[in-house]
């Protein structure tokens, strides 16, 4: 049975920036697009499409970055324990976890929901971590640990060891608040009736006036 897609928003709390991301759920995974809009770099665009299986395990990752002056893009397959990059295999990735995009707190839920779901109190695993800036993917090291039911805290143990954030999550394991970097914008109610989206008063049919 197919389930609705959900519609996400997170905003920067470093710098400014914003990302909506839809989630559709059904028998067969998950599917996730996303576009972020960050004045980082001078400003840039980021697109990014993730291809999860039914345990929320990452089997394809596009992604489309826009700066003032180029237009880059990367696809990451897993094939078994292999990673693809641009249909290139990297024996250097083989048995990595999962995916990490650096720009998207959506990554954090991958392991996170793993740790839901085995009822676990840490998790140490290697990823394949997409950096966005230099759009480049390499291995690294990471833990995650439990702090209580609804936060956990993220510890790199890799490419940028020493980093560490406390997050909180919903009962999904989605991202409400990523320490320093993220939080979750709530939705606002939909428009009252007799005004449009924009929160401006709609025009009257010439049968009520």
Known sequence: MNHP????????VDTPGLERLTLHT?????????????AQEGGFRLDHRWQLDTEWRSQCLEVQKWTTTRHTQLKIERQGYDWHIDGTLRTELEGAEDLDLSA???SNTLPIRRMMAEQRSSL???ACYVD????????????????????????DLGLFAGFMAE??????GLIERYQHLFERVKKGPPAPRGYDRYGSKASLSADFI
């Open 5 to 12: 897609t959900e519609v996400l928003f997170w905003q920067r």
């Open 26 to 38: 059904s028998a067969e995974g998950v599917c996730v697009e996303s576009t972020i809009l960050c």
């Open 104 to 106: 998207t707190p959506f």
């Open 124 to 126: 140490t695993f290697d």
């Open 132 to 155: 966005v800036e230099s759009m480049s993917v390499g291995r690294s090291r990471q833990r995650y640990e439990r702090l209580g039911p609804a936060r956990f805290r993220y510890i």
């Open 167 to 172: 997050l909180e999550v919903d009962p999904e």
